[in-house]
């Protein structure tokens, strides 16, 4: 009996340390780590990685909420554009200027002999002697009539007479009145082709109507030509230029004559020109659906050439919301988010909702609020611990 005794103690102390032993190895609750919150991204205070990470408060911007965007085409100002035609037909003697050279008004453009110029002289040189001529026969008329009307008073002649050389002073007058209108027409004429009165065998200079450049030639030196109608050279004021756009007819509600619009081109990426309309088609392309509208741009500094491509904007309204830089914006599988600041070292990544970029800029429309702190450089480094 005594010996049961003692086995049973035996087994009872056994147990006891055991358990004590068991209680001094497991973990306590209180010991172990708290979870992270969903989203948060940590980074100790010392690590270099924080220093890759910079960051921004959000801002607010006026954002576009109805506006035109369609491609455009500079043109040349068609009410600075000049295309010369010859004054008469001749041979062209001379060509004064090279394709791209810059002219201005009045300057010789080329030289022309041409038989009509020799006719132009003539004409007037007969006009000349048909005004001395009827000069020669007002001066005869009057004589005729004093001496009618002297005679008539002393009773010598018939008032008949008298009539008779009335009659034909009035037609003396009115035969130097046509002649002096037919010289003033003939030398019209010689000033026009830059003719001076009086000598045979002049040249005809045609001269520059515009300032501008010399866009298109068609002439050479020895050639004849007899169409007047043809146009020879093109000069074109490259001062202001058009830039042409097919806007839908869906948006040209929003467009009205001597709005701003902004234009950008493919020659000068990242730059805006500011022009002002000046033009709206009155019809609809039928098969585009489009309405042709033209801006005025100055183009003082000779940046601007025709057939240049690029595209207009035209806003037509506003609205304040925040906006963050686009590289701040980390687009997933339907989603963008963005790492908000919620103390030094921690981040959190947060959904959010965003409009229509706007240059290097995105609309923030909902998950944000102005003045939060959020990455604005380093978003995909958080995006990938």
């Not at 609750?29 to 990685?49: F, M």
């Not at 109608?229 to 042409?244: F, G, H, M, R, Y």
């Amino acid at each position: 009996m005594k010996k049961v005794w003692w086995l049973l103690l035996g087994m009872s102390v056994l147990t006891g340390c055991a358990a004590r032993d068991q209680d001094r190895g497991a973990p306590t609750t209180s010991a172990a780590e708290a979870p992270t919150p969903s989203g948060l991204v940590v980074i100790p205070p010392d690590s270099p990685k924080l220093e890759q990470v910079r960051v921004e408060p959000v801002r607010v911007a006026e954002i576009p909420t109805d506006e035109v965007i369609s491609p455009g085409k500079i043109e040349t100002n068609p009410n600075r554009l000049s295309r010369v035609v010859l004054p008469v037909s001749g041979r062209i003697v001379s060509v004064k200027v090279k394709l791209g050279d810059a002219v201005t008004s009045g300057q010789p453009l080329l030289e022309i002999e041409s038989p009509d110029a020799d006719g132009a002289m003539s004409t007037y040189l007969q006009s000349e002697a048909s005004v001395t001529q009827a000069k020669a026969s007002l001066v005869k008329a009057q004589a005729d009539f004093d001496r009618a009307s002297d005679l008539y008073e002393h009773n010598a002649i018939a008032k008949k007479e008298v009539l008779s050389a009335d009659n034909s002073l009035a037609q003396s007058k009115a035969a130097l009145e046509q002649a002096n209108a037919s010289r003033e027409q003939a030398l019209r004429r010689l000033e026009i082709l830059g003719l001076k009165p009086g000598s045979f065998g002049q040249k005809v200079v045609v001269r520059a109507p515009i300032a501008g450049k010399v866009l298109e030639m068609s002439v050479a030196p020895g050639e004849y030509r007899n169409d007047t109608n043809a146009p020879l050279i093109t000069i074109a004021d490259l001062s202001t230029v058009w830039v042409a756009s097919d806007v839908p007819e869906s948006y040209i509600r929003f467009i009205q004559v001597g709005e701003r619009v902004d234009t950008t081109l493919l020659a000068y990426p990242g730059e805006t020109f500011f022009g002002r309309v000046t033009r709206i088609a009155d019809t609809v392309d039928p098969q585009t659906r489009t309405v042709k509208v033209r801006a005025e741009l100055d183009n003082s500094r000779g940046r601007f050439r025709p057939e240049m491509y690029g595209s207009i904007h035209h806003i037509e309204s506003t609205r304040n919301l925040p906006v963050l830089p686009v590289g701040a914006v980390i687009q997933g599988d339907g989603d963008s988010v963005v790492f908000v600041e919620k103390g030094r070292g921690r981040f959190q990544q947060t959904t959010v909702s965003v409009g229509k970029r706007s240059g290097d800029i995105v609309p923030i429309l909902s998950g944000l609020k102005s003045g939060e702190r959020v990455v604005v450089d380093g978003a995909m480094l958080l995006k990938g611990l």
